[in-house]
T-cell receptor, first 115, second 115 residues
Framework: EAGVVQSPRYKIIEKKQPVAFWCNPI?????LYWYLQNLGQGPELLIR????????DSQLPKDRFSAERLKGVDSTLKIQPAELGDSAVYLC?????????????FGPGTRLTVL | AQKVTQAQTEISVVEKEDVTLDCVYE???????LFWYKQPPSGELVFLIR??????QNEISGRYSWNFQKSTSSFNFTITASQVVDSAVYFC????????????FGQGTELSVKP
């Protein structure tokens, strides 16, 4: 069974430029998460989708970040414009549902460097 | 509020030594779930174990074992006869039953196993 796929793996951009990250969850997983991981820290949730609906985006900085999950499968996370402080790893995870018993499986992440 | 503390930032051992990674958590939920994930240099978070708050039985899986003690709010992880391939950052995480699957991660413990 294929795991969570993310692309690109690495991205380097100048500040104020836009950037987008793509995630393909495990087949059949209804719940999709985007996490932000700063260097030396644990991941922190940005947004959670149940199918195509964003049900928890309270931690998403909505002035510059946006996300979508078309057709309840793939998802895209966008930053526009990027700032120096956005340099981090962006992780996507998926699970069958959103109960505590539903294990989240993570992708390899996208490492963003903003210059 | 929920919180996970991994007091050990870095641990270095020599191959074949046993090592224990500590995890202390805080939650007001009566039903909750505890997780351990491994993050090798490749960056992908690999699921190791999930425990619910009603199951305090210790678990052993090969060289890995977990000690869950509600009385001390701890969920410690022991690797027996460590190997170089165990070198990674290990994260402990907590999810409340009514938190929509949101994982609260500790800061991680970087384990270095030297030959």
């Amino acid at each position: 069974e294929a795991g969570v796929v993310q692309s690109p793996r690495y991205k380097i951009i100048e500040k104020k430029q836009p950037v987008a990250f793509w995630c393909n969850p495990i087949s059949g997983h209804n719940t999709l998460y985007w996490y932000l991981q700063n260097l030396g820290q644990g991941p922190e949730l940005l947004i959670r989708y149940e199918n195509e609906e964003a049900v928890d985006d309270s931690q998403l900085p909505k002035d510059r970040f946006s996300a979508e999950r078309l057709k309840g499968v793939d998802s895209t996370l966008k930053i526009q414009p990027a700032e120096l402080g956005d340099s981090a790893v962006y992780l996507c995870a998926s699970s069958l549902g959103s109960l505590g018993t539903d294990t989240q499986y993570f992708g390899p992440g996208t490492r963003l460097t903003v210059l | 509020a929920q919180k996970v503390t991994q007091a050990q930032t870095e641990i270095s051992v020599v191959e074949k030594e046993d090592v224990t990674l500590d995890c202390v958590y805080e939650t007001r939920d009566t039903t909750y779930y505890l997780f351990w994930y491994k993050q090798p240099p490749s960056g992908e978070l690999v699921f190791l174990i999930r425990r619910n708050s009603f199951d305090e039985q210790n678990e052993i899986s090969g060289r890995y074992s977990w000690n869950f003690q509600k009385s001390t709010s701890s969920f410690n992880f022991t690797i027996t006869a460590s190997q170089v391939v165990d070198s990674a950052v290990y994260f402990c995480a907590l999810s409340g039953h009514n938190q929509g699957g949101k994982l609260i991660f500790g800061q991680g413990t970087e384990l270095s196993v030297k030959p």
